[in-house]
């Protein structure tokens, strides 16, 4: 019985570490997926959705090529906590918010 039991312990544990390792992974994606689609939600009705997710997805293909992954996830947490005290944007803040991002590199 004690074999099973470690067998089963070592079982559960490894499955854990990979799952952990692949979350960890895609850290980035997840936190980046969240916070475009609050954006969406948030933009007024008729502002360009494609627009929003084009240059998110700019910034996070500029991310992996240069190698700034954890600056951009700092990026996107300070506008994912901007987001977080409005229900919802001007078309101007959301042109502004797109222009920072566009411009750092």
Do not use: C
Not at 70 to 87: A, N, P, T
């Amino acid at each position: 019985m004690n074999k099973k039991l470690l067998v089963a312990f070592s079982t559960v544990m490894m499955t854990g570490l990979l799952f952990f390792s692949v979350l960890k992974s895609y850290t980035v994606e997840i936190v980046h997926a969240v916070v475009v689609n609050a954006l969406v939600q948030k933009a007024p009705e008729g502002y360009d959705q494609g627009k929003i997710r084009g240059v998110f997805d700019d910034a996070l293909a500029r991310a992996d090529k240069g190698d700034s992954r954890d600056r951009y996830l700092g990026e996107l947490q300070e506008v994912f906590h901007s987001l977080e005290k409005r229900q919802y944007l001007e078309p101007v803040e959301i042109d502004g918010l797109l222009a920072d991002l566009n411009k750092e590199e």
